[in-house]
């Protein structure tokens, strides 16, 4: 075997020459040592094409290189020249009266107000620079300007810029014992005290601890045992959420970066009825009401691209696509601690770090891959499935050629399910690491879920080569409330290493076992299912619960065969759930062709650095579970140089 590196500056350079676009070309990785070798080390990846889309792949021959900038010839006949506009500025405190004026971040004079932005005219190229230098915007942005393939108009907060849904509440007057009230004429959701989460009461006589807080007619009442908050709270005081969104998108061809976006009444950065063609990243959405990122309304938008953000703390979800939509590509984001601090109000309403919804319209060809989505939910007695999801697809009705994707992520410690398709078809899960999601108390939680319910379906879905560990459930395929029509049919679960359950490492039932009027052709083949235990699997009701493999087989009756036995993982951790030398998991797996041939490496970490293998690279098969077996130890740096300056480090060949 033998490698190509590339210095990291020209890696960048030839990245950036490439479009950065990954379905052109690799990320530039930091170097690592594997067993002594260096790996990794802004590795340029040979691409070929899959299914229409240029697929990247880790490159193993000297001669990357030259194809690479094979590849680059090609980009640089077809690639459209970009329109390169004027750049303008916004200061939460600015005072130029129009754009013409808005010339630098130093001084108000030098920069536009929120106000007069969202009132000016842009054009394809343009870039608009949010300073910090000024405070924090508390205005909602909602400029309407549309920029146009391949130039689009970018509103840029240089990773500090804070966009706030609240406002400052003075004026504090005491109201009894230790509760004092202000004016405040909007209700709020959400009221912060020195960047404290105030807790929200349901009436005036609930006020008994420090940081309560209810609004009613026009007057919010707080609970302050450290006396006047005028006087108490001045870092920076007492915000009220009382807009929504913060970041309104109302533009096509839009670009929205480096923007931190709090304290939203509902949505932090999103749209009703939202535009096409845009992309948010490098963006923080944190403590917004219901959802951090996200879209609602009844008009089709396509080509949403939502990136490299941080999405935590919000009310009930991350990020949330609502409405009909496709094509649009969710990647690379950190999604954590959403749905898991609410007061009373909102406490019962479900969870989850991603969620796609359209009961009524089209939502296909969405990809979900390379996120880290973690710590979901609350975990309260009463919470199911629904409670803290990882990603949640929600009658997502995809088609056969465009199906959603959710591929190679990282989820874990959600308390409700880790992937849930609720009465949705035509979805590809392949890939992804799941660890001690589903443990939820109440209902059937699991690491995978598929059910459908009523007259709706779920239907042909692929399951493949997923790592499912701990948790309650590993995968439930089921179905509940069925009327006529309700349909679990079709779904195929192959490949996957569901290992360290509480309850069933498989639990199928409502059809879902093939049984019965609402369920045939669902297929379980190759799985590891680890070591047999007491009611490993439920294949129907509760009498119909096994022990063993032999057992589940004789009353299934068909052709499938398992990998049974110890999978024989390099651990229990979530990062080490990849294989070990003597796993009889390598390869033992169904190749499923080139389209799903990209399995995770040993040494993948998210987000930056999430890489791949072809299946067929090591080994005489494909392998069973999300890892491909490489015959690598990912122990970094042990050959001693910790210290070593990996810039200065050249083009290595063996």
Known sequence: MCLTYLREDLCRILKTILGGNDRLTSECHPAETVSGRLVGKEAVRDTGPVNG?????????????????????VVFIAAQPMAWGATYYVRADGS????????????????????????????????????????????????????????????DGRGSAVISGSDLVHGWAPAGGN???????????????????????TGLGELTGHLDWFWVANQLHLFSSSGDPDVQFQGPGVEAGVRSPVVLLRGEHIVIKGITARHSNRLGIGAWNPPSHVTIKNCVAEWN?????GQEGNSLYEDFTIEDNIARYNGIGGIGFSGPSRNSIIRRNTVYENGKYRSEVNRDNFAWGIKLWEPNGIQEGHEIYENLIYDNGEGLASHRGGHGVGVWLD?????????????????????????????SSNTVVHGNVLHNNATNASGEPGGVVIDSRINFSSDHNLISNNTIHGGRNGIRVDTYYQSSGCSISNNTIINNIVVGQSDRVLYADGGGNNVGPYGSGNVYDNNCFGAEFDNFIRWGNLSHLHDTYDSWEA??????????????????????LYLAAGSPCRDAGVNLGPIYDDALLETAGWVDSVETSDQDWYGGGWDVGAYLYSGFNPILFADGFESGDTIEWTVTLF
């Open 53 to 73: 889309w240029l697929e990247s792949r880790w490159t193993h021959c000297g001669a990357t290189l030259l194809r690479s900038l094979g590849v680059m010839g």
């Open 96 to 155: 130029a009266a129009n754009k013409s004026l808005a010339t630098g971040c130093t001084s108000p004079a030098s920069a536009m107000d929120m106000s007069t932005l969202n009132g000016e005219s842009f054009f394809p190229g343009d870039r608009i620079v949010l300073c910090s230098e000024g405070g924090v915007f508390r205005g909602q942005f909602g400029n309407t300007s549309n920029g146009a393939a391949g130039s689009p108009i970018t509103y």
């Open 179 to 201: 509760v004092w009230v202000a004016n405040l004429s909007a209700q709020p959701q959400q009221v912060f005290i020195n960047g404290t989460f105030g807790n929200r009461k």
């Open 289 to 293: 009401w219901v959802t951090g990122i």
């Open 395 to 423: 009658t997502i009705q995809a088609t056969p050629s465009n199906p959603t994707t959710i591929r190679h992520n990282l989820i874990y410690d959600n308390k409700g399910n880790g992937i849930f398709m609720e009465i």
């Open 555 to 576: 009353e299934h009756g068909e052709s499938w065969a398992q990998v049974e036995g110890d999978p024989q993982l390099a651990g229990t951790s979530m990062h080490s």
